[in-house]
């Protein structure tokens, strides 16, 4: 296990040096002037200059990046180019909001996929198991912001029954969730029921049968956690998708997690908001990655990384 984890750890160095080195670049070679955009057209020519050379943008791009890749090793992600904030003020500001509609959204997701994996595995070819598992499909095949705004339309303009926006309470939590959750449901029933089945055709499952435990027992604790693993990994990449992606659903119901702040950034060219919010997502992603391959020595102890 350390020596996994140390393989792991030295692969994460590379990995996140390509991202400061791809994003740095597709921001700078991008159309426009960010101190332009931070300053308004009204802006004199002396004020322009002053703000390039005290960011460091009258000095060539590996100067630049130099600059950039030295304040990170010292905790600083930069400042905001558009609201003179500490970049790391502004995601521990919002991140707590982005945590909180991924958790929702992976419960809702977890809930019913497995739900309808377990009951397609346990009466596969009924009615039942054809319909709940069309209807997931119909959830996956339809792109996020249309499902944002037809549960807007639906269940916010018609019925009334929730709010379209805002982070106020929990009853603001349930339509952001639902539509981030929505095209995970398909794919852990999927994975789910196909594991669960082959699972069950095991000889422990017909030796636990024949022990006389009752079906539910030989379902739930011997077939589902043999089936665990394919299960596991869908759910670690869909949760780390959910913290870094969730950027189309945070902007239709106004959510102030990261995912909006990032598309503010890009929008207003705020390149050190877009640089930090990035590197910050792409270290998240790695870490859920990593956590979710510990899980599967918890899941199955014949899994082992010595």
């Known amino acids: 296990?350390?020596?996994?984890?140390?393989?792991?750890?030295?692969?994460?160095?590379?990995?996140?040096?390509?991202?400061?080195?791809?994003t740095f670049l597709l921001l700078y070679v991008a159309?426009?002037?960010?101190?332009?955009?931070?300053?308004?057209?009204?802006?004199d020519p002396e004020t322009l200059v002053r703000l390039r050379r005290e960011l460091h943008l009258d000095e060539s791009?590996?100067?630049?990046?130099?600059?950039?890749?030295?304040n990170i090793l010292?905790?600083?992600?930069g400042t905001s180019y558009i609201t003179?904030?500490?970049?790391?003020?502004?995601?521990?500001?919002?991140?707590?909001?982005?945590?909180?509609?991924?958790?929702?959204?992976?419960?809702?997701?977890?809930?019913?996929?497995?739900?309808v994996g377990i009951y397609g595995a346990w009466r596969p070819g009924g009615w039942v198991d054809r319909f709940l598992t069309l209807g997931a499909y119909l959830g996956i095949s339809f792109p996020v912001y249309w499902v944002g705004l037809v549960l807007i339309l639906v269940f916010a303009v018609q019925l009334r029954w929730l709010p379209p926006s805002g982070s106020w309470g929990f009853i603001y939590l349930i339509l952001p969730a639902t539509t981030l959750g929505m095209r995970s449901i398909a794919v852990i029933a999927r994975m789910t029921r196909t594991a669960l089945q082959e699972a069950l055709q095991s000889d422990f499952i017909?030796?636990?049968?024949?022990?006389?435990?009752?079906?539910?027992?030989?379902?739930?604790?011997?077939?589902?956690?043999?089936?665990?693993?394919?299960?596991?990994?869908?759910?670690?990449?869909?949760?780390?998708?959910?913290?870094?992606?969730?950027?189309?659903?945070?902007?239709?119901?106004?959510?102030?997690?990261?995912?909006?702040?990032?598309?503010s950034a890009i929008e207003k060219r705020d390149l050190p908001a877009?640089?930090?919010?990035?590197?910050?997502?792409?270290v998240l992603f790695v870490f859920v990655n990593l956590v979710t391959?510990?899980?599967?020595?918890?899941?199955?102890?014949?899994?082992?990384?010595?």
């Open 1 to 22: 296990m350390k020596r996994f984890l140390a393989v792991r750890l030295a692969l994460l160095v590379p990995t996140l040096l390509g991202v400061l080195v791809v």
């Open 31 to 43: 159309p426009g002037d960010p101190v332009q955009a931070m300053v308004g057209e009204r802006a």
């Open 61 to 70: 791009l590996p100067r630049q990046f130099g600059h950039y890749v030295g």
């Open 74 to 77: 010292k905790g600083d992600l």
């Open 84 to 115: 003179r904030r500490s970049i790391v003020s502004e995601l521990r500001h919002r991140f707590p909001a982005t945590l909180r509609l991924a958790l929702a959204a992976m419960l809702f997701a977890t809930t019913l996929g497995l739900a």
């Open 206 to 263: 017909r030796t636990a049968r024949a022990k006389g435990l009752g079906e539910a027992r030989v379902l739930l604790h011997h077939g589902l956690r043999n089936a665990l693993l394919p299960v596991i990994t869908v759910l670690g990449l869909d949760f780390g998708s959910y913290l870094t992606g969730s950027i189309l659903t945070e902007t239709i119901f106004s959510w102030p997690g990261v995912g909006r702040y990032v598309l």
């Open 274 to 282: 877009v640089s930090g919010s990035i590197l910050f997502l792409s």
């Open 293 to 306: 391959d510990l899980l599967y020595a918890k899941a199955d102890p014949r899994v082992a990384y010595d």
